[in-house]
């Protein structure tokens, strides 16, 4: 696996790692009384979201709206935190058009489920 870039949740093969970062700039005090659209891939679990937006509500903006181009079937989470829905997806492991499993398949042109034959092959 190559170095990483930023970013804000780590997976490692398809398993959250624990770790949640925020980066750029700390200080979005520019948002207050602005409204916010986040758009976001993919929605899953919704943890990093909810930290997203506890973070942007600090700030008080006017209102907050999320997008997601995917997001996830999982009982009682993405759904409600999700304003704007691209396509609903099953909740299995996609790859592809920048989503990645251990760095591998992001320059896909198209979105698909990783087989567990894949998952194997790539497993770190």
Known sequence: MG????????????QSTEELHII???????????SVLIVEAIVDTGKTMKALLKHVETFEPKMVKV??????RVPNMADSLTDYVGFEIPNHF??????????????????????KTGKMKYKV
């Open 3 to 14: 170095p990483r870039e930023p970013g804000v949740v780590y997976v490692q093969n398809d």
């Open 94 to 115: 996609v790859v592809g058009y920048a989503l990645d499993y251990n760095e591998y398949f992001r320059d896909l042109n198209h979105i698909c489920v990783i087989s």
């Open 67 to 72: 997008s997601g181009l995917l997001v996830k």
């Open 24 to 34: 750029g700039s700390r200080d979005l005090s520019f948002l207050r009384g602005k």
